[in-house]
């Protein structure tokens, strides 16, 4: 199947194609950017000059559905809204990697985004592609909200302990911090290498965007109303996220109590790893994987569970669960195209 990707000089767009250019079933067809037509994806990145050889083109929906199978959207949020419309009517289907489709309330998304939201009709279309939750869902979708980083960390590592109802719902903590690839290709204070050198500086207190998100599939998944304290920093390293998560438990569990809870949760979850009882995952441990892993710690003095919960920002953060929910929608295994080995150092 041809894959299109838009928004095709972001970090985003660059992973989907290197993990594309290995997939058994897809090969990269239309790159688009509107900003940069008619030049070559190498001279943004010349890494890959005997791979990508086709220029970038223009938004052409007509073409776009002609040529590609599937499309992926890996573009600021605001912009999606606008062109996936367009796509899903001509029979194509969508993998949309922004925020636009993520959040079922309009209100909401305007007023977290700060943008206008996309037509109703289409967000509930989509259908959200936490790949490990709601694959039978994603099996029948022609458009996904593909999740965003934090979200899929937080909520790969509470869903579990949730769906128990040993968790204290008003206790939640989440303390998140993100390599500076997480920001994004374009250039700005936030990323300049002077201010994020030998530095570490929390973000968006109580305003982050994905707050909303996390709050959404913990509300659905514990079938209660879920509100979180979500703090997030910003770190000096390229990928990963590290999410500390703390939630006070009502009942007295150990971690070996909780250790089999999370054990049988994702015991046919690939992508989902479960850390021995005692050991603590770390950013470098999934870095250019599609892993998620996941450590666990039940302190007995204040009955507190603590959640380590690692991924690789650009892949099961972003590119890699897109590929895995085009893998689930087309009933392919759920593997295919992502089975690397995590990159060590």
């Not at 037509?37 to 000059?49: C, E, R, V």
């Not at 929906?61 to 999606?80: E, I």
């Not at 636009?100 to 037509?119: C, G, I, M, N, Q």
């Not at 204070?189 to 968006?204: F, V, W």
């Amino acid at each position: 199947m041809k894959a299109a990707i838009i928004g095709g000089t972001g970090y985003g767009s660059i992973e989907l194609i290197r993990l594309i250019n290995k997939h058994p079933y897809l090969e990269v067809g239309t790159v688009v950017s509107n900003s940069q037509a008619g030049n070559k994806f190498s001279d943004t990145y010349p890494h890959i000059s005997e791979i990508i050889e086709q220029p970038l083109e223009k938004f052409e929906p007509n073409q776009l559905a002609d040529k590609n199978d599937v499309v992926f959207l890996a573009t600021p949020s605001g912009v999606s809204s606008r062109m996936v419309p367009e796509l899903i009517d001509k029979g194509i289907k969508c993998i949309d990697l922004s925020g636009d489709f993520r959040l079922r309330s309009v209100e909401e998304y305007e007023t977290w985004y700060k943008h206008s939201p996309a037509d109703e009709g289409y967000l509930k279309k989509a259908v959200y592609g936490l790949s490990e939750i709601y694959p039978e869902k994603i099996k029948t979708a022609n458009l996904i909200a593909n999740p965003g980083c934090y979200p899929t960390a937080t909520t790969l590592g509470l869903i579990p302990i949730l769906k128990t109802n040993l968790g204290d719902y008003d206790s939640i903590i989440i303390d998140a911090k993100s390599g500076v690839s997480g920001a994004g290709r374009g250039l700005s204070l936030t990323n300049h290498y002077a201010e994020i050198n030998e530095n570490l500086k929390a973000y968006k207190l109580g305003a982050h965007q994905h707050i909303p998100e996390i709050e959404q599939v913990l509300t659905d998944e514990a079938g209660n109303p879920i509100t979180v304290s979500f703090t997030t920093h910003l770190v000096p390293m390229t990928r990963g996220i590290m999410c500390s998560i703390y939630i006070k438990l009502k009942e007295k569990v150990t971690t070996e109590d909780v250790h089999q809870i999370y054990d049988e949760f994702y015991k046919n979850k690939p992508f989902v790893r479960v850390r021995p009882i005692g050991k603590v995952p770390s950013t470098k441990e999934v870095w250019g994987s599609n892993y998620c892993d996941i450590g666990l710690h039940v302190d007995p003095r204040t009955n507190r569970l603590t959640v380590i919960s690692v991924i690789d920002n650009l892949v099961k953060g972003a590119a890699g669960q897109a590929i895995q929910n085009a893998n689930i929608m087309n009933g392919w295994d759920e593997q295919a195209g992502l089975q690397d080995i995590p990159m060590y150092p």
